[in-house]
């Protein structure tokens, strides 16, 4: 028996096809990042969640302030020199106050939409890849709750249990990752039909591997455009709350809580104390709608090309 040289193939790939493969890669993902680029909006976004972030936590390291113990003595002074925003109704500067507080905002904003993200993510990709009546089982659990206000759900949790930082990131993300679970559910219907989950599953694959390497990575831009908006409407809710007496407790706050503390001194002319924080929520808020836009219109782009 002889055996014909050419036709043994190589084991391994040389260093030049592996560059060669990768190539493609990098060339897709510099062109979602230069689609990105050229979203004036989306720069925009970037521009202010950097200065927002940079403000609230880089902020106190250069501006120190007592946010801890009052003094009646600096009630409600008006902006000038020592208190550039002024001070509130127990003397707390506002704008030491108004770093506290976007820290909270940020901080739970930015944990609950990754919160809701993850567990909306795993839930429609098994229910979407499944089928069948654990779909239906799955999707009926996600009907009856999104049947039900979110906000009322949200408040009889807050009520019911001490707010804190985590609670309150506990209770948006056990909620808020119902739209997710439905966006990522319709993507895995259209994916697990796909040739290559096909071959897949009849190589021995399973179902969890489908999921894992197939369902969930290439969706991964619905996802991603989808948890900026997530992070959106948790900044939103905590403010929600806040504003209704349900957020963190003194002296800790965040902004949808001194927009609730402003709105009481509107008609004794103490303007500081309200459009601050009012203006922080909706810069936030934009920002991050502005990102989302334009990873939307980066990640189309990607797709497309593929």
């Not at 990042?33 to 390291?61: D, K, Q, S, Y």
């Not at 000038?80 to 909270?104: A, E, F, I, N, S």
């Not at 894992?212 to 939103?236: C, E, S, W, Y």
């Amino acid at each position: 028996m002889t055996i014909n040289p050419e036709a043994i193939v190589p084991s391994t790939v040389g260093p030049e096809a592996a560059a060669a493969d990768e190539e493609p890669i990098r060339s897709l993902w510099r062109q979602g990042l230069a689609v990105f680029a050229e979203n004036r909006l989306a720069l925009v976004g970037v521009g202010l969640f950097v200065l927002l972030a940079g403000l609230c936590f880089l902020g106190p390291l250069f501006y120190h302030t007592d946010q801890v113990h009052t003094d009646l003595t600096q009630v409600h002074l008006g902006p000038g020199k020592g208190h550039p925003l002024g001070t509130d109704g127990v003397g707390y500067d506002q704008l030491g106050r108004l770093m506290l507080g976007g820290q909270t905002s940020i901080i739970v904003g930015l944990a609950a939409g990754i919160l809701a993200t993850f567990v909306g993510t795993i839930w429609g990709a098994v229910a979407g890849f499944a089928g069948g009546w654990v779909d239906s089982a799955m999707m009926r659990v996600v009907d009856a709750m999104m049947s039900i206000p979110s906000l009322f759900l949200f408040m009889l949790l807050a009520a019911i249990v001490t707010p804190s930082v985590t609670m309150l990131i506990v209770i948006i993300g056990a909620f808020a990752w119902l739209g997710p679970a439905r966006l990522v559910r319709g993507e895995a219907l259209t994916l697990r039909s796909r040739e290559y989950v096909q071959a897949m599953r009849a190589m021995g694959g399973t179902g969890g591997r489908a999921v894992r390497k197939h369902i969930v990575p290439n969706a991964i831009g619905t996802v991603i455009v989808n948890a900026t908006f997530q992070v959106a409407d948790a900044i939103l809710y905590v403010a929600y709350l806040s504003f209704l007496g349900l957020g963190v407790p003194p002296p800790a706050t965040n902004w949808g809580g001194m927009l609730s503390d402003g709105l009481e001194n509107t008609y004794s002319g103490h303007w500081w104390l309200l459009y601050p924080p009012g203006v922080a929520i909706i810069l936030i808020v934009l920002a991050f709608n502005f990102i989302g836009d334009g990873l939307r219109d980066a990640f189309e782009v990607r797709l497309r090309r593929r």
